[in-house]
């Protein structure tokens, strides 16, 4: 007969089970609550944190760690959203203490992402690199797809931040990727990922894409009803239009996205969308306009902490007061931006600040500090440009070097393999001499057909290095020599067994070129009508020279061209034929023909004579600069060559490197002026030359 529990013990089991089950069926309802939360703040973030927020107060100490974590990674993010830094950080501190005392990898990972992207708001980029590049190892242990989602997010907008392109554009599709592996909110957190992808792009100037991914993203917003997505995604959009030069179109991106920031409680959103609008005024000049809504955006930073979006915000004000002619106060609060940049490593932040303070400056006639502006900013892009370059190239290398060891390693075992055979072979050869002889002609035969493949493997190796190193010395888009082709060039010449000739020794000439109000070309047809400008001069720029003569796009709108055995009479030749190649036939863009001029600066190296030693092609380069800008002070569609010295050089060096102007009317130096061709209507008048010692 089968015994029964008693009944006192099976109602206890009941009651154990019963609660059990409860507390299951509990934490599965807060967790869903959660999420339905989630889902509100996509359309209605302010209430979603009010909810969040009465949910955790009323559950307390007594939520499970588990819900504990997910209400955590949920408030954080809203709270951000709501510009709530204070308070994200202090539940972001709560994550890091239960995620150590729980042994939780996943939730200390994912709380030290989040601190590293409050971080990089606060505009400590360097801070924000440093602690994520700490967890890195961990969060990939993890193998977790929010933890990686997380991670490459923060990493790809800190990267950005710090100009590291190529590295952003890798974080974000790696984001993309883990996004579309999350077990819930795919679809928002793919938004999100988007919206950074498009900003790498328009950072690259890659408008084309960028444009796309925002197109892609707002359709997937409005079909989700993510109004805080929908908001991020017009702020991209209206960048985009801004920069192709639609400017109403831009304006309206932006509102959109101010509306939807006011309506959702997202003040950061705000803060960007005001100071945006305040951009697009600076742009049309508006400044009374663009002061206003630039304090406006100030005033909501300075509420959020957002001191990268505080400083882009005080530039704006800067250049709204310069343009009213309140130069002075306009500059102090630019170049207070500019430090602010710089301290925190936003290199392309501060990049775009200079470029727009050097054309501020000559737009109210301060060329003097034009000149200083542009250059500080040409030292910024160059050193940008060197460092995604050599990272493209070392990537690329990288690439055709795994390649070739690959085929060492296929080669060498099929050597092994080969001999093995050969073993075999010998072996045979005892027993049976007839079998020996057929096994030594498919040797044969083996041999031949691995030559022929390893001959092939050989020269498409051979093809693919030939390519790489093409595209390493030449620019993308003109195909012309590009900076790095020149100064591997000047290298070779710095380590010549000497580098001292005299100028009747047929010294190189050396010509830098600079496109005339290239900026209103960009603001008038767009980049792409841009492109189709510089494309059209390095297409003339090349009909123009010799053939050992070296054109290249030194960088922007600028052009260089170095041309050996060169006297000064042939340099001034040059200079009439560039000058008049590139503004006698008016270039057709679009559906518009544009007749475009260049200013140039030129000179001879060695210099007057004088040992590359005193003289080298830095200086030489520098002093060209100088006669360039002078060029274009006087009225831009001319060149200005420096012949020769008329003083000793260690009187005339100190005074030429500083201000070209002054060492003309010292009578230190002879100058001679080519004007281009002067366009009247339809019709082009022939160039004329001058030499004089002042201008």
């Known amino acids: 007969m089968a015994r029964r529990l008693p009944p006192l013990l099976f109602a206890g089991i009941c009651a154990l089970l019963m609660a059990g089950h409860g507390g299951a069926m509990a934490q599965t309802d807060a967790v869903a609550r959660i999420e339905a939360l989630q889902t509100l703040s ?48 202090a539940s972001v501190t709560e994550l890091q203490h239960l995620a150590q005392t729980n042994k939780d990898n996943v939730g200390g990972v994912l709380a030290a992402s989040k601190s590293a992207s409050i971080v990089a708001w606060a505009g400590k980029t360097d801070a924000a690199n440093a ?73 690259m100037t890659n408008w084309d894409k960028a444009s796309q991914v925002i197109e892609d993203g707002l359709a997937v917003a409005k079909e989700v009803g993510s109004s ?69 955006a100030m005033e909501v930073y300075k509420e959020t902490g957002e001191m990268g979006g505080l400083a882009a915000a005080q530039s704006n004000v800067g250049f709204a007061l310069m343009g009213q002619g309140k130069i002075r106060e306009g500059a102090a609060e630019v170049r207070s931006a500019i430090q602010f940049s710089q301290q925190s490593n936003a290199k392309t932040d501060q990049e775009a600040i200079l470029g727009e303070l050097g054309r501020m400056y000559e737009q109210v006639g301060l060329y003097r500090e034009a000149v200083s502006t542009i250059r500080e900013q040409q030292a910024l892009t160059a050193q940008l440009f060197r460092a995604d370059r050599e990272k493209s190239v070392a990537t690329l290398q990288a690439q055709f070097d795994a390649v070739q060891r690959q085929k060492q390693i296929e080669l060498l075992a099929r050597e092994n393999n080969l001999k093995d055979a050969e073993i075999s072979n010998q072996r045979l050869q005892k027993i049976v001499t007839l079998l020996g002889a057929v096994v030594t002609v498919m040797g044969g035969v083996f041999v031949f057909l691995l030559y022929r493949r390893v001959r092939k493997s050989n020269s498409k190796l051979r093809e693919a290095n030939q390519q790489l190193e093409f595209h390493s010395v030449r620019d993308p888009l003109t195909g012309l020599f590009n900076r790095r082709s020149f100064l591997e060039l000047m290298g070779k010449r710095s380590t010549a067994p000497t580098n001292f000739r005299r100028e009747d020794d047929s010294p190189d000439g050396l010509m830098i070129l600079d496109v005339d109000h290239f900026k209103h070309i960009n603001d008038t047809l767009g980049h792409a009508g841009g492109d189709v400008v510089l494309v059209e001069i390095a297409k003339r720029l090349r009909s123009a020279v010799r053939d050992t003569d070296m054109v290249m796009r030194w960088g922007g709108e600028e052009f260089l061209i170095y041309s050996p055995k060169s006297s000064a009479d042939h340099l001034k030749s040059l200079a009439q034929r560039v000058l008049k190649v590139i503004a006698e036939t008016p270039m057709d863009v679009g559906d518009k023909a544009m007749t475009i001029t260049v200013t140039c600066g030129f000179l001879t190296l060695p210099f007057s004579g004088l040992p590359e030693t005193d003289c080298n092609w830095e200086k030489a380069m520098q002093i060209a600069d100088m006669a360039l800008y002078l060029g274009k002070v006087n009225g831009r569609n001319r060149a200005y060559g420096l012949n020769r010295l008329l003083a000793p050089f260690g009187q005339v060096m100190p005074v030429l490197e500083h201000d070209i102007s002054a060492a003309l009317k010292a009578d230190m130096v002879e100058l001679v002026e080519v004007m281009g061709p002067v366009l009247r209507g339809d019709e082009t008048v022939n160039d004329t030359t001058r030499e004089s010692t002042a201008v």
């Open 131 to 203: 602690q994520l590049m700490e967890i890195e190892a961990t969060a990939l242990q993890t193998a977790d797809a929010l933890v990686l989602w997380h991670f490459y997010s923060v990493l790809g907008r800190v990267q950005l931040t710090m100009g590291r392109f190529e590295a952003a554009l890798e974080s974000t599709l790696k984001s993309l990727q883990y996004a579309k592996e999350l077990p819930k909110h795919v679809r928002t957190s793919h938004l999100r990922s988007l919206n950074l992808l498009a900003n790498v792009y328009m950072d």
């Open 228 to 296: 805080k997505r929908q908001g991020t995604l017009y702020l991209s959009q209206g960048a985009v239009l801004g920069s192709l030069g639609r400017a109403k179109a831009s304006v309206d991106a932006y509102e959109k996205a101010l509306r939807i920031g006011r309506e959702s409680g997202l003040v950061s959103l705000q803060g960007t969308a005001l100071n945006n609008i305040g951009d697009s005024y600076l742009i049309s000049k508006d400044y009374p306009k663009a002061e206003v809504f630039a304090r406006q």
């Open 42 to 89: 996509e359309k209605d973030n302010a209430q979603a944190l009010k909810q969040l927020l009465d949910m955790g107060h009323a559950q307390g100490a007594t939520m499970p760690y588990a819900v504990r974590r997910e209400y955590l990674i949920a408030l954080i993010d809203i709270q951000v959203d709501a510009a709530k830094m204070e308070a994200a950080e």
